[in-house]
């Protein structure tokens, strides 16, 4: 009886550390962002709004998900052989990444610098951020929390102080996917000295078999997890790439400013109340209790937290963006004014996401997420055919059709929530 207290102390003090370090860090890139955006261009930002889409996607299948299974096995001489199978299977991907790009450089592109400076700075930081999600994994395993939260705020201190500096410098978009790339590293460097020392002690000694066993055993990441994120990430780069290629990069940078600074709701608050979310249903579901009320809930307190933010964005938005981040931004702020009803229903919508994954509907929801990246992805490429060129005109419509898709998702999970009947 008295180990229960000790034990939820010792998971709230993890927790507290966990959050302090990824909301420190993530204030930090909040605070100096009205400073960055008058020191660089849109299209600099377009820039590094590509590289974090391409090193976004690269990290998320860069390990086949093997990276989540290194908390799962009882000993830990196989967690450090599937920590080897993920650094493996990084390694593998980005060599092949790295052959078809550099082929791209010299043979169809034009041979500039600059492309292959942003090549190689992609394929180094995508290394670093891969790791450090291995890394991290092995660090919850072993309950090494303050060591994660320590690399993400020393990781996100160093590259924004070297944004700041680029900014500057004049250094352009390169400098900014430079900073990020060696705040990368910093942030990576404890668990390379993890990895690097574990590997030399003889029961981390490689063991084919066991490698081989062990990608057998946790077959379920590659199977079920993958295929989820690499839909979802294939979509953001698939419409960046689109912006660019049908109008240019700096369009592209207002659209992924915009398009961040109103995630920013979902970020701070959104993931906390799906996490609660998440524990309280499954809670309810495995006692047999019906949980529609919860979802409902849920649903009606996000809608009451957001409507009063997102009205005002989507009134003075423009002015906003400029008067907050400067002249540069007032497309971003016209943009930012027709993505709210979008971002609205996207943010009511996403912390009951995982409903489906506790009455075990994950493919019906898979087939549901296909459609709304089949809906943006043809909404930008409209653009050209239906809307002229205008952006904002397209934006508004795909905003309008996202936001029925989104309320038609909640209307789908309340029904879901409605009809549980386990027997």
């Known amino acids: 009886m008295k180990k229960k207290p000790i034990i939820a102390s010792r998971f709230l003090r993890s927790v507290l550390v966990l959050t302090t370090g990824t909301a420190l860090a993530q204030l930090v890139g909040y605070i100096i962002t009205p400073l960055l955006t008058r020191l660089f261009t849109p299209e600099e930002f377009g820039i590094f709004g590509m590289y974090m889409r391409i090193a976004t996607f690269l990290a998320a299948i860069g390990t086949a998900r093997y990276e989540l299974s290194l908390v799962l096995p009882k000993q830990e001489q196989h967690a450090f052989q599937l920590f080897r199978l993920s650094v493996r299977i990084a390694l593998s991907i980005l060599a092949t990444t790295a052959v078809f790009s550099f082929f791209y450089w010299y043979f169809l592109a034009d041979k500039s610098l600059f492309l292959f400076s942003f090549i190689l700075l992609t394929l180094c930081g995508s290394f670093f951020v891969i790791f450090k999600n291995i890394g991290t994994n092995w660090a919850i395993r072993n309950e090494h929390f303050r060591k994660i939260s320590n690399a993400t705020v020393l990781g996100a201190i160093t590259s924004n102080f070297l944004k700041l500096l680029a900014g500057w410098l004049k250094f352009g ?162 943009m930012a004014q027709a993505l709210t009803p979008w971002l609205f229903m996207n943010f009511i919508a996403s912390p009951i996401s995982t409903l489906p994954i506790v009455i075990q509907k994950q493919k019906a929801f898979f087939i549901f997420s296909l459609l709304g990246n089949f809906i943006q992805i043809a909404g930008f490429l409209a653009i050209p055919v239906f809307f002229d060129q205008n952006i904002i005109t397209a934006i508004w419509w795909l905003s309008g059709a996202m936001s029925i898709y989104f309320l038609m998702l909640i209307l789908w999970k309340f029904h879901l929530a409605k009809d549980i009947n386990r027997g």
Not at 289 to 305: E, H, N, Y
Request: proline letters at 4%.
């Open 173 to 334: 978009g390169l400098g900014l996917v430079a900073s990020a790339v060696i705040g990368a590293f910093v942030g990576t460097i404890i668990f390379i000295k993890d990895y690097l020392g574990l590997k030399k002690q003889p029961q981390h000694e490689r063991s084919k078999s066991k490698i081989k066993a062990l990608s057998k055993t946790y077959v379920e990441f590659p199977k079920v997890n993958l295929p989820h994120i690499l839909v979802d990430q294939l979509k953001e780069l698939l419409i960046a790439l689109i912006i660019i290629e049908i109008l240019d990069t700096m369009v592209f940078g207002s659209f992924d400013h915009a398009f961040r600074m109103l995630k920013v709701p979902l970020a701070l608050v959104g993931t906390s109340i799906s996490q609660v979310f998440y524990q309280r249903c499954s809670e309810i579901y495995n006692q047999n209790k019906p949980i529609f009320q919860l979802v409902r809930k849920t649903v009606v307190s996000l809608a009451g937290i957001a409507l009063i933010p997102f009205l005002i964005i989507g009134i003075w938005g423009e002015s906003l963006f400029v008067f907050i981040f400067g002249t540069d931004w007032s497309l971003a702020g016209e």
